[in-house]
């Protein structure tokens, strides 16, 4: 790295460091992803999305699938989407909050070689506003189903992602929270067994050709005390 460039990302760093606390420079980060591409880790979630990019990457080159488009739900500030742009993609990242998008359009911009783009979209997922989104070939939708769930209600939900899998034409990388989610997310597994409930409604509302568990991988449920640990939750490859 030249010496333009390790000073640019100590700086960038140094904002986002800023920029990702709840109360200026001090107090809880709000970062959930690492950005190992300016040095910064220790996100929330870091550990966990290494290893489900790890999957992803592990079973696309596996099952021969192209690296070209992909479109990532609630990308935060974009380790996925930014990682397969490394790798020559056009990536979609969606985010619903504004700050998160503008970190990883700053990382894109001043961090990432390579042929690929990503392609920011400032965007709340609803019944609508998905209709709006491109054809892709891989699309990554974690964690992020249950608030459909508990903001909009399961038909919903199940409508958001029937138009999502339209939109994908070889894989759909998915995970949810499970039992450990509070009761008020309302999810129709919460007293049974998530794996099973999910694998059945994959079945039923998308048709799939092939449906693989990838493993399970951290996570943290909401209001939990992230210094008790981590759960897991299980990625499924939903096959076209």
Known sequence: MSLRKRALAIMDAATLRAATRKYGLVGESILYQDLPWIGLTGGRRGSGSSARLDAILRYMLENKIPQRTSLDIGCNVGFFSLSLVERGCIAYGVEMERNALRVAELIARNHIKGSGVFVPILMECNPDTVEKLPQVETTICLSIWHHWVRHQGLDAATMILKSIW????????????????????????RDGDAVEWLNEYFHDSLAPTKITNLGRFPAFAPGQDERAGSVNRTMFAIQK
């Open 166 to 189: 339209e939109r994908t034409q070889y894989t759909l990388f998915f995970d949810s929270g499970e039992s450990e989610m509070p009761p008020q997310y309302n999810l129709p597994f």
